[in-house]
């Protein structure tokens, strides 16, 4: 008989923490904790999601920027040991600054071109008059010859995607991360936020 009372007692208390049931206190203290952080990131995050448009990369790149500015300061304020810490938060501020730069894409300037120049349309003479006028943009004036401005855009296409590529390396992570033989971790370079960014 005591065994069986055990039982009902067991079942009754599982019953009582069944977090599926509406009745058992762990179901409203789930959607207390449900509820809450809702909020929380409904207030967060509402001046980066307001800005948000489905037409173009940036605005990803600007809810990635908003978290990992976030994740950084969790983990520069964390309670890991430094060093680790301290490879993450550098990746992390460089993953940072690497993105900003993609998000202004000032890439051009940043190689030389200057944006002095003018631009205005001049018409195509064509042979046949009855022919539907066409136009030529031209670039009038500027401190700079084609040729430089040419090379300027060349050298701001090959930093782009450098920066990209870095950014990505960041992510995925270019460091050795290994169990040494006591079971540690060696943390590589900081990189890799697969697991290791928490």
Same mark, same amino acid.
């Given at each position: 008989?005591?065994?069986?009372?055990?039982?009902?007692?067991?079942?009754?208390?599982?019953?009582?923490?069944?977090?599926?049931?509406?009745?058992?206190?762990?179901?409203?203290?789930?959607? $207390?904790?449900?509820?809450?952080?809702?909020?929380?990131a409904l207030l967060k995050y509402f001046r980066v999601v307001i800005k948000m448009r489905p037409w173009d990369y940036g605005y990803i790149l600007q809810m990635q920027r908003f978290q990992m500015d976030i994740l950084m300061k969790n983990i520069d304020n964390g309670y890991e040991e430094d060093t680790s810490r301290g490879l993450k938060?550098?990746?992390?501020?460089?993953?940072?600054?690497?993105?900003?730069?993609?998000?202004?894409?000032? $890439?051009?300037?940043?190689?030389?071109?200057?944006?002095?120049?003018?631009?205005?349309?001049?018409?195509?003479?064509?042979?046949?008059?009855?022919?539907?006028?066409?136009?030529?943009?031209?670039?009038?004036?500027?401190?700079?010859?084609?040729?430089?401005?040419?090379?300027?855009?060349?050298?701001?296409?090959?930093?782009?995607?450098?920066?990209?590529?870095?950014?990505?390396?960041?992510?995925?992570?270019?460091?050795?991360?290994?169990?040494?033989?006591?079971?540690? $971790?060696?943390?590589?370079?900081?990189?890799?936020?697969?697991? $290791?960014?928490?």
């Amino acid at each position: 008989m005591k065994i069986e009372i055990g039982e009902t007692f067991t079942k009754s208390l599982n019953n009582l923490i069944d977090s599926t049931k509406w009745w058992a206190w762990e179901y409203w203290v789930d959607k $207390y904790y449900e509820t809450k952080w809702s909020l929380w990131a409904l207030l967060k995050y509402f001046r980066v999601v307001i800005k948000m448009r489905p037409w173009d990369y940036g605005y990803i790149l600007q809810m990635q920027r908003f978290q990992m500015d976030i994740l950084m300061k969790n983990i520069d304020n964390g309670y890991e040991e430094d060093t680790s810490r301290g490879l993450k938060v550098k990746q992390m501020k460089r993953w940072i600054e690497l993105c900003d730069n993609h998000i202004k894409d000032d $890439y051009a300037e940043r190689c030389g071109y200057i944006f002095d120049q003018k631009f205005e349309f001049e018409e195509i003479v064509e042979d046949d008059p009855n022919k539907e006028k066409k136009f030529r943009l031209k670039i009038v004036g500027g401190t700079q010859t084609g040729e430089e401005r040419s090379e300027c855009i060349r050298k701001s296409v090959k930093l782009a995607d450098s920066e990209w590529n870095e950014m990505n390396d960041i992510i995925k992570g270019t460091g050795v991360v290994n169990m040494d033989e006591t079971g540690e $971790y060696d943390m590589g370079d900081g990189t890799d936020a697969r697991g $290791y960014w928490n």
